[in-house]
């Protein structure tokens, strides 16, 4: 059984977020499949109620004041040396899998997180996992960070390795692991039992935006709104064939679609999916000039052709359009 | 000492894929000497076959080249070849389709043909003087015996520079290191191995950090990382992340200069 707990709302904190904009978050984190969502202190307070159909962790700064939080029944902590509250989990950090010898401060807990060791895939990581797991009778999380920008390989390889529980983040904020990254490497793997689509995504991308004020890239991993622009020639011909070809997954499992942009790059294949995608046709023949219409405008303007561009130059070829 | 690493910056090639991104001749140029002040050592330059603005522009590149190795790609196709040679490249890197979605579906053809027509394109190149580089697309879902039977008839022709391309960006880094290890065996203690990673489910840098580790001496990379989709390893990422376990020939302060001087160019600049 893997366990996704996603750390979204507790890495929220120097933003300007309402306790609103906080639970509607919540509550599509609760149907994209994670398993545990982690609140701060501070987005409890300002979430007032936890949405229903989520299972959620607090994170306490201070491990003794578990108590006070009658609504959760798990807790994770960085400084947690000094409780033995069963229900609070001891967040280790560690640089470095040298670090390891700290681990005896915590032999006492039911459940630890280790947090870090971002250059973990340049060592040994095989062996390195075991000597995580050897010293702990209970469950450990792994929670590794992107400062080599190797966190969502880093949790594969854990959960390849026999780990059960990783800590993740929507678009990866706070630099950790992405939780759609690893959603989706456990559907295409077929590792874990998950959903068959997940089209809140996009909407899940301009919350997060909106809360932070920072735009993801065009072309971050399963949330980017270019990733299924398709300009080459050889790739729009291999996609009308099978999409398989160059889409690992299809554009609709994460609430997107497939474009084209036509370019000094593009083939007939890309003029026929155009001209389908606008309802326009042409004579067949008329196919390979309009191509090489298409590829000397867009060699002229140093960019992608537009549709309005495009429906212009098709005009020239076929007046009736 | 740390093993020595080779950079093969595909920005100009693969990096205008991405759908926002076309360069002019100029700008390509003033990427080029910008990959060539920082080290870089080869520079796939474009797809001859293209269009002839793109092939007037290979050549230009290579006229400009100084001491960088210049390759260019093609398709498995004795016409897209010739394109290559008469451009006079350094390296002529022809990309084979190996798994069966590409092979059955894309092509529309069978293995047989794929091993023929690969024996077509490198005759063809054999009279040129251009080294011959090899690319397996999409590996990471191809068939591992089909692979073997591709990079034993490689090996047979003297071929020794293959590169692995995970084209949908499905690969895992200890799937990476496996193949790396079973196919670098295949081709010999001389084998030029190369990876070609994408960030579908951003594992770009991870999965080639995990090629180097096995045998892999050439890493694919595009200034900030762009490309078709997500986009192709980072070159800056990847010195960035590896740096303390491998020479590249090339400072992490050059790799960063480079991808300030690309920002600027992308600008107009």
Avoid at chain 1, 88 to 117: M, P, Q
Avoid at chain 1, 227 to 236: A, C, K, L, P, R
Wanted: with cysteine.
């Amino acid at each position: 059984m893997i366990r996704i707990t996603d750390r979204t709302l507790s890495c929220l904190d120097k933003f300007d977020v309402s306790g609103g904009e906080l639970r509607d978050f919540a509550r599509l984190l609760a149907t994209i499949g994670v398993d545990w969502i982690e609140v701060s202190e501070k987005a409890y307070r300002l979430m007032g109620e936890l949405p229903e159909g989520g299972k959620y962790v607090l994170r306490l700064k201070n491990a003794n004041r578990a108590a006070d939080y009658r609504d959760f029944n798990r807790f994770v902590c960085r400084n947690a040396q000094e409780t033995a509250d069963d229900n609070v989990c001891a967040e280790i950090v560690l640089n470095d899998i040298h670090e390891r010898y700290t681990f005896a401060r915590y032999s006492g807990y039911k459940s630890v997180r280790i947090r870090g060791l971002d250059n973990l895939l340049l060592q040994n990581y095989t062996s390195a996992f075991q000597q995580i797991r050897d010293p702990f009778s209970g469950f450990v999380e792994m929670c590794p960070s992107n400062g080599a920008y190797c966190a969502t390989a880093i949790t594969a390889e854990w959960i390849l390795s026999g780990g059960s529980d990783v800590v993740t983040s929507f678009g990866g904020i706070g630099g950790f692991a992405s939780t759609e990254e690893v959603i989706l490497y456990l559907k295409l793997q077929r590792v874990r039992k998950v959903g068959k689509s997940y089209p809140e995504f996009p909407r899940m991308r301009r919350a997060l935006e909106s809360i932070t004020g920072l735009p993801f890239p065009h072309s971050k991993p399963i949330l980017g709104d270019h990733i299924f622009v398709v300009e080459s020639g050889v790739h729009v011909d291999g996609i009308m064939k099978q999409p398989k070809c160059y889409e690992p997954f299809p554009p609709e499992t994460v609430g997107q679609r497939r474009r084209v942009t036509l370019s000094k790059q593009s083939g007939t294949e890309s003029i026929r999916m155009k001209l389908d995608e606008l309802g326009l046709s042409i004579e067949p023949k008329q196919i390979q000039k309009l191509l090489s219409a298409v590829k000397k405008k867009s060699i002229e303007a140093n960019r992608a052709i537009c549709d309005e561009e495009f429906i212009s130059l098709t005009r020239e070829f076929d007046a009736s359009v | 000492m740390k093993p020595r690493k080779h950079i093969v910056d595909t920005t100009l090639r693969d990096g205008e894929q991405s759908p926002d991104i076309s360069f002019s001749r100029a700008q390509k140029l003033k990427i080029l000497d910008a990959l060539i002040n920082a080290g870089v050592e080869q520079i796939e330059a474009g797809v001859p076959s293209s269009n002839s603005y793109e092939k007037e522009t290979v050549r230009c590149i290579i006229e400009r080249k100084g001491t960088a190795k210049i390759s260019v790609w093609s398709r498995l196709n004795v016409d897209d070849v010739r394109h290559c040679i008469d451009c006079k490249p350094d390296i002529v890197h022809i990309s084979v389709p190996v798994s069966y979605v590409h092979i059955y579906s894309k092509l529309r053809k069978n293995k047989t043909w794929v091993v023929k027509q690969l024996y077509s394109c490198i005759g063809l190149l054999e009279a040129s003087e251009a080294e011959i580089s090899i690319g397996f697309e999409d590996a990471f879902r191809a068939d591992i015996t089909f692979m073997f039977t591709l990079t034993q008839a490689l090996s047979d022709l003297g071929i020794t520079r293959l590169r692995l391309a995970d084209t949908v960006g499905v690969a895992t880094p200890t799937v990476c290191g496996e193949t790396f290890l079973q196919l670098g065996a295949n081709l010999g203690a001389n084998a030029g191995l190369g990876i070609h990673a994408h960030n579908d489910l951003g594992m770009a840098v991870a999965n080639t950090l995990s090629a180097l580790k096995n045998g892999c001496d050439y890493a694919d990379t595009t200034l900030l990382g762009i490309g078709e989709r997500t986009g192709n390893c980072d070159f800056v990422k990847l010195i960035r992340a590896t740096g303390s376990l491998f020479d590249w020939g090339i400072t992490t302060a050059d790799a960063e200069y480079a991808q300030k001087e690309f920002i600027t160019i992308l600008r107009g600049g």
